[in-house]
């Protein structure tokens, strides 16, 4: 027999005083949803343990009934998703271009999705292709957009953290190695190694000739 399994990542919100203190999907009205309810089965499923928020792609792999130590990173993943052939030892991260600006020696979000036309797009991820540093090359794959992957190769590490706060208006984090893995040489060279592009992509990006440009007539950079 066959099935349809629904899951609705990232459908749950807070209360609001405008809608009564009801969540946006109490609020809604929602006949579909009541009509595949009605239908099927439902329920609520904690992929680990409760109250322990997952990343959206951890908690889809536990619950296709992997281990957490078997997750290969959602880079891999995506890299995989998108057509790419990832040759042992290299590595896959999530990666984007946003618009950041420089507070008290450090890189602030401020626009996450900064509007661009293809053109300007080419020319922006053409200047940031590829960075090598401490033999290791960074290449970022354009997949959507401004987003893309940025592929790892060399003596690099999976171990380490994001940079990316994931908010307007907060500074980007410094990369370093997971908890645990802080004497790894390989980790924590990644670490380095990553952080330096992050700024070298800065320095590029602010005065590669579209965003000067984008300056000269007051557009967003």
């Known amino acids: 027999m066959r099935c349809i399994l629904v899951i609705l990542d990232g459908l749950g919100d807070k209360g609001h005083p405008v809608l009564g203190g009801r969540t946006p999907l109490q609020a809604a009205r929602t006949p579909n949803l009541d009509r595949l309810a009605a239908l099927g089965m439902n329920g609520l499923y904690h992929a680990w343990l409760q109250g322990v928020a ?17 997750f290969p990173g959602r880079g891999l993943i995506e890299a995989l998703g998108e ?12 990666a984007r271009l946003f618009s950041a600006v420089e507070q008290q020696d450090r890189l602030v979000i401020d626009i ?9 797009r080419r020319g922006l991820l053409e200047a940031v292709r590829i960075f090598r540093d401490e033999d290791i090359e960074i290449e970022f794959v354009p997949t959507r957009a401004l987003q893309g992957l ?10 380490v953290t994001d940079s990316n706060p994931i908010h307007p208006g907060r500074p980007l984090m410094e990369v370093l190695p997971l908890k645990g ?30 965003n000067r440009g984008r300056r000269e007539a007051g557009r967003p950079l």
């Open 54 to 70: 997952l990343p959206s792609e951890m908690a889809h792999f536990l619950m296709f009934g992997y281990e957490r130590e078997e």
């Open 83 to 94: 057509g790419l052939t990832m040759d042992r030892g290299e590595v896959a991260l999530l």
């Open 112 to 120: 996450y999705e900064p509007p661009f036309d293809p053109a300007e």
């Open 150 to 159: 940025a592929v790892l190769r060399g003596a690099v590490s999976v171990d």
């Open 181 to 210: 893995r802080e004497d790894d040489e390989a980790a924590q060279r990644t670490a380095r190694v990553l952080t330096s592009y992050v700024k070298w992509c800065h320095r590029q990006l602010s005065e590669h000739p579209v």
